[in-house]
Structures are given as structure tokens and as C-alpha cells.
């Protein structure tokens, strides 16, 4: 079972100081920023369920519909220059980091003019570019892959940081522990961050860890660990930034736990036996757009017709999005080898 929703409430709530003081300190631009790429995030993965229902996707997808305050929050605290790695529920990073919506779209649908050419779909979209190193489906490949792009980072002599992103399952393998480990005794640039959304695959994090929150594993590295609500955009920022600037200044990595909840199946084809309606619809409560939304609204930040605006704004974003995508041509076989290679 997830830790109680009353638990998550009380014990890991954001001090009404600090969020008072962070609403003060970040430009209003950004936050209404952060609120659209949540919506972005939310109305993206919305769409391409629907897309697959209508068997225009193909193979499989994993979404992280209810944990857009996660990835957003986290992003937010980067520079532009930063790097993240992610893994197979990253659609919200990559909107995070600023990706072409068009594009990724393409990519999702296997199309030509998409971001890794139609060769990547939904578990591997990249952008280059935007220092969105991208994802393999291989559960806890980020951790040992991030270790070696911030020793990169550390050879070059840089100050950028990356953020290394990957599930609660994932602190479960043994290459967690050994990236974790290594990036700590040699002080990388790194924040490993846990999307945790409580379940691997459909096993339960009480069931398959024998402490309570996945940050306590920190203290065995020497570094330091929180538990976020990760339902809370404004905490994840918080705690992020911290562990940003800690290991911008050399001090090493940090291990941030941000607790969510998915509100999909696993993957597509999850009927979700092993969890009750009543369970998913308390989670739905903490609803990270809606909270942050009403949180806006009462600092004066924005209006309740603002919020609005901003959801349709992304909602439209995202169906214009769709509509230019499908109209891409399909990879052809005379490319078909381009960009593929072998030693």
C-alpha cells in the first residue's frame, strides 16, 4: 500500500515560510511558466492515450499522468545549460526542458521529422540540443549512464549540473547503488532524482524495500537525502534548487525523492488489478496542476481566468501539435539505415 495520504500531507508538507518566500523570489513569469508546462505535460500524454486508443501509436507507452509536479519542478531549478537524463515516464522532462512540442510529437508517432527520426518513440525521445540526454527502457540504466556524464561534466572543468532522473523500482537494481556510490566518492555533479510514484511495475514500495522512504539510502553514500512531496511543484523546486547548488559548488550529488502517484496502469497494457478505485481516487485529490493553480491564485499571482487561460493555451498547444504531426511522412526504406550504427 502508498504511504498515507494524511502522512504525505502532514510529515512532508512545505513550510508556509519557504513557499511564502518562494512565491515572493521567483519571477511570476516563471511560474505561470512552470503552471503551463504542467498543463503541456498533462494534456501530451492525455492526447497520445487517445491517439493510441485510435491505433495511430504503436507499440507501447508509459505515462506520468499525476506526476507532472516531479518533473517540472525539478527542471525549473536548472540553468539552460544543465543536462538531464531520464527514463521510459519522460515525456514531462522533456517538455520540462523545453522540447519542441511538434517534434516530439512526431517522434512519438514514429514519424520522419521527429526528434530521433521516428527510431526512438516514447521511450526515447532526446533533444540534443536541449541537453535532454534521453532514456532507455532499461530500469536504472540512467543512474550508471548519469555517474558517467557528470564525470564528463567534472573532467571538463564545468560548473553545469545534471539531473539524473529514474523510478522507485530503479533503486532496486544493483546499478543504483553502484552509481551512487562512485559519484559520491568522487564528488560528481549529479542529483539523482526518484520519480517515485510507489509502484514498480505493480509491486508496492512497502512490499519491496525495507525502509520507508527511498532518500534514507542516501546515508549510506554519505550524501545528503529528502522525501518531497512530489505533488507539490513549489516543494520539489525547493529541494532540488538545494541540491542543484550543492553540487554546482563541488560538494557532490544528493539523492532527492520526490513521492507521487501515477494515475495510469503501469504501461498500456496494466489493468490495474492491483490497486482499488478508492486508493487512486484519494491520490487524485493531491492533483499537483490543480494545487498549484489555487496556489497562484491565492498569493495574487494569478487569476482564476489566468489559470484558465494558461490550461487552454496548452491544451490547444498540444491538440495543433497532434494535428501537424500526423500529416509527417513515415520514415522510408531508403533511410531506413541512416543513423543506425555498428562497430
Avoid at 568522487?186 to 525502509?211: A, E, H, I
Avoid at 553540487?247 to 489493468?271: F, I, Q, T
Amino acid at each position: 500500500m502508498p504511504i498515507p495520504i494524511d502522512e504525505v500531507r502532514q510529515k512532508l508538507h512545505l513550510d508556509d515560510r519557504i513557499k511564502r518566500r518562494l512565491l515572493k523570489e521567483i519571477p511570476r513569469e516563471k511560474l505561470l511558466d512552470m503552471l503551463e508546462k504542467m498543463y503541456l505535460s498533462r494534456y501530451f500524454e492525455e492526447n497520445a492515450e487517445a491517439l493510441y486508443i485510435r491505433g495511430l501509436l504503436h507499440g507501447t507507452m508509459h505515462l506520468s499522468i499525476g506526476m507532472e509536479g516531479s518533473s517540472i519542478g525539478s527542471i525549473a531549478a536548472l540553468r539552460p545549460t544543465d543536462y538531464i537524463i531520464h527514463h521510459h515516464r519522460g515525456h514531462g522532462h522533456t517538455i520540462a526542458k523545453g522540447a519542441d512540442i511538434v517534434l516530439m510529437m512526431a517522434e512519438f508517432m514514429g514519424k520522419e521529422p521527429g526528434y530521433c527520426r521516428g527510431r526512438g518513440g516514447s521511450m526515447h525521445i532526446a533533444d540534443i540540443e536541449g541537453r535532454n540526454l534521453g532514456a532507455t527502457g532499461i530500469v536504472g540504466s540512467s543512474t550508471a549512464t548519469g555517474a558517467g556524464i557528470a564525470l564528463a561534466l567534472q573532467m571538463q572543468g564545468k560548473d553545469d549540473v545534471l539531473l539524473c532522473f529514474f523510478g522507485d523500482g530503479a533503486t532496486n537494481e544493483g546499478e543504483f547503488h553502484e552509481a551512487l556510490n562512485l559519484a559520491s566518492v568522487w564528488k560528481l555533479p549529479v542529483v539523482f532524482v526518484c520519480d517515485n510514484n510507489q509502484y514498480g511495475l505493480s509491486m508496492s514500495t512497502d512490499r519491496s524495500m525495507n525502509v520507508k522512504h527511498v532518500s534514507e539510502r542516501a546515508a549510506s553514500y554519505g550524501i545528503p537525502g529528502v522525501t518531497t512531496d512530489g505533488n507539490d511543484v513549489l516543494s520539489v523546486y525547493y529541494y532540488v534548487s538545494k541540491a542543484v547548488e550543492r553540487a554546482r559548488k563541488g560538494e557532490g550529488p544528493s539523492l532527492v525523492d520526490n513521492l507521487a502517484y501515477r494515475w495510469r496502469g503501469h504501461s498500456k497494457s496494466d489493468r490495474n488489478l492491483y490497486r482499488t478505485a478508492e486508493e487512486m481516487d484519494a491520490w487524485k485529490q493531491l492533483d499537483p496542476i490543480k494545487r498549484f493553480g489555487e496556489t497562484l491564485v491565492a498569493a495574487g499571482l494569478a487569476t482564476s481566468d489566468d489559470v484558465a487561460a494558461i490550461d487552454q493555451k496548452a491544451l490547444k498547444t498540444i491538440q495543433d501539435a497532434s494535428e501537424k504531426a500526423l500529416q509527417f511522412p513515415e520514415p522510408s526504406e531508403e533511410n531506413l539505415e541512416a543513423e543506425v550504427y555498428a562497430p
